[in-house]
């Protein structure tokens, strides 16, 4: 069974949902659709097996609260069916059947994944069947969230004004060139969305105004809203009221873009439409194009799509741009007397934090309290500022896409927030929701097929081959220079992951399994930031990151292969550029120049072998030795400074000066033990002994002995269930702890290219065994177009900059799929069990 997060919270950042869950790029649904999805509440059910189970689902909340109707997302393509399969699907837990509904979380017309809701206790872990048994009985939910669009028929404009008619709800609009502010055309003067919190509407017109209605009740209201006019809706009804005062403000959540000075809204455009992409008990939402946005001197198109959950305040915004746009500005209305509150910014860069305001701002009552926020990720906004009418926080520009969050609480809602500090507790809350998402163990039954053949040389060849295949065709070509860095959402850069440690692994595989592609794509990716001069674009020397000397492996590959000066000129400057790079006092190399005094363990990694092929293939003699021999230091030192003896497990990282906030006051030690970070001290031994001549017979048992040692220590905390490890080695099940894929493939090419090469004896054979089975029956999903996918990868971790180094801080990291440093070692180790299996 693999584990992968695949939550509705993200499903913008993914299409393959983490395993592959990609950008949302936000079309339309027509109500055809809308009608086509279904619902189930909680009900008695038959047990579902065999024909009928299409997947089963371990969940767990990560969190030490308990969640209320939680939103659980799985993609068609992770599930392994067709869209046409949507209607028949149900969700159990024991015989239970959970709400579901089949929705279209990318706007483009076709449904693409089931979503279900269920409610946790703290740290509460749940088994889930996803079946399509015709016996199960799935009774109709209460609606919960409800969008809608409605405009008049029957009447005539005259003028900017229409005149007489009715209202019909319809499942897109496309305003006429007169259509403006106060036409009386489209009922609440813009599409609606509402849960059974709160509604919102916004102004389908030059104002794009983000509006509020405050809920006194738990039912859908909106289609019972403005049927008069616009006048009712300001006045408190049995339903609620607007409660917002907009004006010429970004109002609730709002976008537009901040030109220095001020914020200028989404007002010059060629032409706006509306559609509803999803009208479902537990999940609704609509899209507005926004053709021709006139903007900082240039002309854009822009998407943006909308989506709520049942039991959420929150709307989920996803916006889309054809062009790059710098300043894109996101914000709230800025009422007098208001408090503005703001979320952690001390924290992970991928972790969600908010923006918001609290006080009597609600036009429903003079003493009403309303509080409003924005939610984003923290390393997402660039500036926060304030102009006349708003609080703005202005975002970067990744690649035109941005993904945040909007909500309100009006104190009069049912069980509302009644005071400040109540909101900030709920907010706090929210964040580490999103940012703590459910861990979740899935297993397609396709994918539990695919993986009855018994393991052998062949099987484990055509896995490792099915992932570097895949890889080729999503995006490994995409990481040129001045191509794309899809995961990080930013230009392509001379990077360790793909640039180095994927592209590598793609020539290890072509020394087993000859394909021109593998060797192309070295040229094609790592070569293109070779300038004929020898020059690396977009390396950057004084940096000193110890990260950037990684892809020198494969430039040292290519000038072997092509003999071309140029590379051997820029494998030199690496070299030379290794020559100054700092060090601490006993000799270890920086992780960086904005880490001082830091040994990290993923920098031997890095550096290290580079270190020792140059020597191997450039320099003889003296010259030569001693670069083995400060390659070999590298590891003594880090034994000698982050090696706990008690566990036999390696810290993180190492400050010298004991200065950096997450470092141990006395020895200047991380305090977790994180996978990855072993992991990638346990590639690096094996690969520099792939380069230390028998010759260098001191420096070999130096590292064959830390070797020995760390396969023993590590050997001790294997997931017995499943032959992984825990991203914090020794917590397991652990509250947000999880088996990470990343880390455990590193730790299996360890143990299997040690086996091969004779490093550890032939009684680790079965340790390495065993935890390639389970990379495979724990990480791999299989597509049903033939690809695969690897899931629970730690998307990064690091320390400093808002990462405190803490237990808590890696339980907040991405959890991704098809990361090249979960790619990169699963290439790596397929390869090594090929070679062992064939002994």
């Given at each position: 069974?693999?584990?992968?997060?695949?939550?509705?919270?993200?499903?913008?950042?993914?299409?393959?949902?983490?395993?592959?869950?990609?950008?949302?790029?936000?079309?339309?649904?027509?109500?055809?659709?809308?009608?086509?999805?279904?619902?189930?509440?909680?009900?008695?059910?038959?047990?579902?097996?065999?024909?009928?189970?299409?997947?089963?689902?371990?969940?767990?909340?990560?969190?030490?609260?308990?969640?209320?109707?939680?939103?659980?997302?799985?993609?068609?393509?992770?599930?392994?069916?067709?869209?046409?399969?949507?209607?028949?699907?149900?969700?159990?837990?024991?015989?239970?059947?959970?709400?579901?509904?089949?929705?279209?979380?990318?706007?483009?017309?076709?449904?693409?994944?089931?979503?279900?809701?269920?409610?946790?206790?703290?740290?509460?872990?749940?088994?889930?069947?996803?079946?399509?048994?015709?016996?199960?009985?799935?009774?109709?939910?209460?609606?919960?969230?409800?969008?809608?669009?409605?405009?008049?028929?029957?009447?005539?404009?005259?003028?900017?004004?229409?005149?007489?008619?009715?209202?019909?709800?319809?499942?897109?609009?496309?305003?006429?060139?007169?259509?403006?502010?106060?036409?009386?055309?489209?009922?609440?003067?813009?599409?609606?969305?509402?849960?059974?919190?709160?509604?919102?509407?916004?102004?389908?017109?030059?104002?794009?105004?983000?509006?509020?209605?405050?809920?006194?009740?738990?039912?859908?209201?909106?289609?019972?809203?403005?049927?008069?006019?616009?006048?009712?809706?300001?006045?408190?009804?049995?339903?609620?009221?607007?409660?917002?005062?907009?004006?010429?403000?970004?109002?609730?959540?709002?976008?537009?873009?901040?030109?220095?000075?001020?914020?200028?809204?989404?007002?010059?455009?060629?032409s706006r439409s509306a559609t509803i992409t999803n009208n479902g008990d537990i999940y609704s939402g609509f899209r507005i194009n926004y053709n021709g946005w006139q903007v900082n001197n240039q002309k854009l198109d822009m998407t943006a799509h909308f989506a709520m959950n049942a039991g959420s305040r929150l709307v989920k915004v996803n916006l889309s741009k054809t062009e790059r746009l710098p300043n894109m500005a996101i914000g709230l209305v800025k009422h007098p007397g208001t408090s503005l509150l703001q979320g952690n910014q001390e924290t992970s860069g991928y972790a969600w934090t908010y923006v918001a305001s609290w006080g009597k701002q609600s036009l429903s009552g003079e003493n009403d309290h309303l509080g409003m926020a924005i939610i984003f990720r923290r390393d997402d906004r660039a500036q926060q500022t304030e102009d006349e009418t708003s609080y703005v926080s202005v975002m970067k520009d990744k690649g035109g896409q941005l993904e945040y969050y909007f909500l309100a609480a009006w104190e009069h809602e049912l069980d509302g927030v009644k005071t400040e500090a109540e909101f900030k507790a709920y907010l706090d809350r929210e964040v580490l929701r999103l940012t703590k998402e459910p861990r979740v163990r899935f297993e397609s039954t396709l994918s539990a097929e695919a993986k009855k053949k018994p393991l052998t040389a062949d099987v484990a060849l055509n896995w490792t081959k099915a992932l570097a295949d895949s890889e080729l065709d999503r995006k490994t070509l995409n990481y040129h220079y001045q191509g794309w860095d899809e995961n990080r959402r930013r230009p392509s850069k001379f990077e360790y992951d793909v640039v180095g440690l994927q592209i590598m692994a793609l020539q290890a595989l072509n020394e087993v399994s000859p394909d021109a592609r593998y060797v192309d794509a070295a040229e094609k990716v790592t070569g293109s930031f070779i300038a004929d001069d020898g020059h690396i674009h977009t390396f950057e020397p004084e940096l000193f990151s110890i990260d950037l000397t990684k892809p020198g492996d494969v430039v040292m590959v290519l000038e072997q292969r092509t003999g071309e000066e140029k590379y051997r000129k820029a494998v030199d400057f690496l070299r030379e550029n290794l020559k100054r790079h700092p060090r601490t006092s006993g000799g270890a190399f920086w992780h960086r120049s904005t880490y001082p005094n830091q040994l990290w363990l993923d920098g031997v990694y890095m550096g290290m072998p580079f270190l020792a092929q140059y020597a191997a293939l450039y320099e003889t003699g003296e010259q030569q030795h001693e670069s083995f021999k400060e390659a070999v230091h590298e590891f003594v030192i880090a034994r000698e400074q982050l090696r706990n003896p008690d566990t036999g497990l390696y810290y993180h990282a190492w400050d010298e000066s004991k200065k950096a906030p997450w470092a141990n006051k006395e020895t200047g030690q991380a305090s977790q033990y994180w996978l990855r970070g072993l992991g990638w001290y346990a590639m690096a031994l094996v690969d520099v002994l792939d380069y230390l001549p028998e010759s260098e017979t001191e420096l070999r048992k130096t590292m064959i002995d830390i070797t020995q040692e760390l396969a023993a220590d590590l050997v001790r905390y294997q997931d017995a269930e499943t032959g992984t490890w825990w991203q914090i080695l020794d917590k397991p099940g652990a509250i947000a702890n999880y088996r990470e894929s990343s880390g455990s493939a590193m730790f299996t090419y360890f143990y299997a290219k040690a086996v091969n090469k004779g490093y550890l004896p032939e009684s680790y054979r079965d340790v390495a065994i065993k935890a390639y089975q389970g990379l495979i029956n724990e990480f791999v999903t299989v597509h049903k177009d033939g690809k695969i996918s690897m899931t629970d990868q730690c998307l990064v971790a690091g320390l400093g900059f808002g990462r405190d180094g803490s237990y808590d801080y890696y339980m907040t990291e991405r959890i991704f799929s098809n990361d090249a440093k979960g790619n990169g070692p699963f290439i790596f180790a397929g390869v090594e069990m090929y070679k062992l299996l064939k002994q």
């Open positions: 069974m693999k584990h992968v997060s695949l939550l509705l919270n993200s499903i913008a950042s993914r299409k393959l949902i983490y395993g592959g869950l990609l950008l949302v790029a936000i079309t339309g649904c027509s109500p055809e659709k809308a009608s086509e999805q279904q619902t189930s509440a909680a009900a008695p059910a038959p047990a579902t097996q065999g024909q009928y189970q299409v997947a089963t689902a371990e969940i767990s909340n990560a969190n030490d609260f308990s969640l209320q109707q939680e939103p659980v997302y799985f993609s068609f393509y992770d599930l392994g069916i067709d869209s046409n399969d949507a209607a028949k699907l149900a969700v159990l837990v024991g015989d239970q059947v959970q709400a579901s509904q089949s929705v279209d979380t990318d706007g483009d017309g076709a449904l693409d994944g089931l979503l279900f809701v269920s409610d946790f206790a703290p740290a509460e872990r749940k088994n889930f069947v996803i079946s399509t048994d015709p016996a199960i009985v799935k009774p109709a939910l209460k609606k919960q969230t409800q969008a809608e669009i409605s405009i008049k028929e029957g009447g005539e404009w005259n003028g900017k004004v229409y005149e007489g008619g009715t209202f019909k709800n319809v499942d897109s609009v496309n305003p006429p060139p007169q259509y403006t502010d106060h036409s009386y055309w489209i009922r609440y003067e813009g599409p609606g969305i509402e849960s059974d919190k709160v509604a919102y509407r916004i102004y389908l017109d030059w104002r794009n105004g983000f509006d509020i209605f405050g809920k006194k009740v738990s039912d859908v209201v909106l289609q019972n809203v403005g049927l008069d006019g616009y006048e009712s809706y300001h006045h408190n009804a049995d339903w609620g009221v607007d409660v917002l005062k907009v004006g010429k403000s970004l109002g609730m959540g709002g976008f537009g873009f901040w030109n220095g000075k001020s914020v200028e809204l989404v007002s010059q455009t060629d």
